[in-house]
């Protein structure tokens, strides 16, 4: 099975708070885990990735934490801004291989009130 | 560096028609990616391409679509004859595929900023 589920598909969280967006895969092979932001009218890019031989990834604000054994991994937005404000996807991929054939979670949407 | 370009970016055509959507990579870039945004399907890969070949076309919906990637600086996507059912937002992106870093085979993937088209 291939998929990605990502949730939830929607969250509101007031500025300096902590935004939480989860996502879990099926996929044992999959071994590239990144999250991508995007803003209205603009292609996803790429915020923060990490590899599964890791249990956490921290850069800046966002922070990955990777739970192999429960095939999870969530993003962590620290301090939360209004510019943060956007949809965030999660994917995965089989990295050995080539990671651009990324499986995307259905996407979050984060409104952060001032 | 201009990023990936995509062009155009909106294109509203009647159903039937043909529609060509155009796509210039990073340069140096080696892979070259072509997605569909839906509200229903979200994100799902079309055809991926590593040095202009066609690596995996499994994602591409039916025989109406088609790609090519002539040379390394460019691609299109054309669908003929293009159905309401194709409205979407298509992304390119291109990324380096090579040994990393991390032992492995990827660069990070950058995104166009993608052609909406509405097939009426």
């Known amino acids: 099975q291939q998929q990605v589920k990502q949730s939830p598909q929607s969250l509101i969280v007031q500025k300096g708070g902590i935004s939480i967006i989860n996502c879990a895969y099926e996929n044992t092979a999959f071994d590239y885990f990144p999250w991508y932001q995007q803003f209205p009218g603009k292609g996803p890019a790429l915020l923060i990735a990490?590899?599964?031989?890791?249990s956490e990834k921290k850069e800046g604000r966002f922070t990955i934490s990777f739970n192999k054994s429960a095939k999870q991994f969530s993003l962590h937005i620290m301090d939360s801004q209004p510019g943060d404000s956007a949809t965030y996807f999660c994917?995965?991929?089989?990295?050995?291989?080539?990671?651009?054939?990324?499986?995307f979670g259905q996407g979050t949407t984060l409104q952060v009130k001032p | 560096d201009a990023g990936v370009i995509q062009s155009p970016r909106h294109e509203v055509t009647e159903m039937g028609q043909e529609v060509t959507l155009r796509c210039k990579p990073i340069?140096?870039?080696?892979?070259l990616f072509w997605y569909r945004q839906t509200m229903m399907r979200g994100l799902e890969l079309l055809i991926y391409f590593n040095n202009n070949v066609p690596i995996d076309d499994s994602g591409m919906p039916e025989d109406r679509f088609s790609a090519k990637m002539p040379n390394a600086s460019f691609s299109t996507l054309k669908i003929q004859p293009s159905e309401p059912r194709d409205s979407a937002v298509y992304f390119c992106a291109s990324s380096f595929w090579g040994v990393g870093q991390l032992g492995g085979a990827f660069e990070k993937l950058f995104f166009g900023s993608g052609t909406q088209l509405s097939v009426l």
């Open positions: 994917a995965a991929s089989k990295g050995s291989s080539n990671t651009g054939k990324l499986i």
């Open positions: 340069s140096g870039h080696n892979s």
């Open positions: 990490i590899r599964p031989d890791v």
